[in-house]
């Protein structure tokens, strides 16, 4: 907020973005708005950079506990997508990188085997609106916001999902198949002809359509960062479903099918309250739903330890 001469005369403007707006002529009510509106600015400046320094305390201690899990650039670009409102409103986290989730909703650590990747699945709802895109993704669109975080992200090929930085981290941009396969496909997902462009997967739906949980992890670094993602039954359904395709690849079969049974047991154990049969897995397809009971009589491992 600032005075500026106009004609000779001075003016109060306040600026939003990058746009400049008139709030009338320089009298004394202008004078005690434009004194307000710095003092508070100060204010918050000062509370700003007390909770920037705690944040930094705690982020230490956080490392020294080893209590970060997520990839550094997973988190960062999260962060990104957080920063931009698409979080939770256009795309959410499937694939891998949920398990850090689940495991910080139950307060456990995961065997690092079954969270190792070296890319990270956004499922893109493609009943967004092309308005909310444009406001807020960059004018290079997905591939822009990637390149925000790490500016040596690039597309694979002209078109393409899939976007990766120098060092190898991968991106996918993936959204539900369209109802109708006779019909062409339409991805409002891509902002232009260099962007990302959302591949179509069957089965997404019912993860796009599943109740969400949106839940605060933290990084390698100790910092904390907000992911939504899907409901934790609707992850273990849906991976249980992958790893029975034919068409799917037999490690990624096995290690879906040994995700699934992970969660699975973390809802059995940890979260008993989040049962298979809850009305609110509705969206899902009732045959979907019934693959619930695989779980439930799987024989258990015996145990080692006697139950002091």
Not at 7 to 36: F, V
């Amino acid at each position: 907020m600032a005075f500026k001469t106009v004609a000779g005369r001075d003016y109060l403007y306040r600026k939003t973005g990058t746009i400049w707006k008139s709030l009338g002529p320089r009298n004394n009510d202008a004078e005690l708005t434009h004194q307000r509106f710095h003092q508070g600015r100060e204010r918050l400046r000062e509370r700003t950079a007390a909770l920037t320094r705690r944040l930094d305390e705690l982020a230490a201690v956080n490392r020294a506990m080893r209590l970060g899990r997520l990839p550094l650039i997973a988190a960062r670009i999260l962060r990104a997508l957080g920063s931009s409102s698409l979080m939770g409103s256009a795309v959410d986290v499937v694939g891998t990188h949920c398990i850090f989730a689940y495991e910080r909703m139950v307060g456990v650590r995961v065997d690092s085997q079954l969270v190792a990747t070296g890319d990270i699945d956004l499922l893109f709802d493609a009943r967004t609106s092309l308005r909310l895109l444009g406001k807020s993704l960059p004018e290079n669109g997905w591939l822009g916001l990637l390149q925000q975080v790490d500016h040596s992200f690039h597309l694979l090929a002209k078109g393409d999902f899939r976007a990766a930085n120098d060092e190898g981290f991968l991106v996918d941009l993936i959204t539900p198949t369209g109802q109708d396969p006779i019909r062409p496909k339409r991805t409002p997902s891509a902002m232009g002809a260099g962007d990302l462009t959302a591949v179509e997967i069957e089965g997404l739906v019912w993860l796009v359509n599943s109740p969400k949980v949106e839940i605060v992890v933290l990084d390698a670094r100790g910092y904390p960062v907000v992911m939504s993602v899907p409901d934790p039954r609707s992850f273990a359904l849906h991976k249980l479903w992958v790893s029975e395709r034919d068409d799917r690849d037999a490690i990624k079969k096995r290690r879906d099918r040994d995700q699934a049974d992970l969660v699975a047991r973390l809802l059995a154990e940890h979260m008993p309250h989040l049962r298979f049969d809850d009305p609110a897995l509705q969206a899902l397809p009732s045959e979907l739903r019934q693959l619930a009971a695989r779980f439930a009589n799987k024989p258990e491992p015996d145990s080692l330890e006697p139950g002091w």
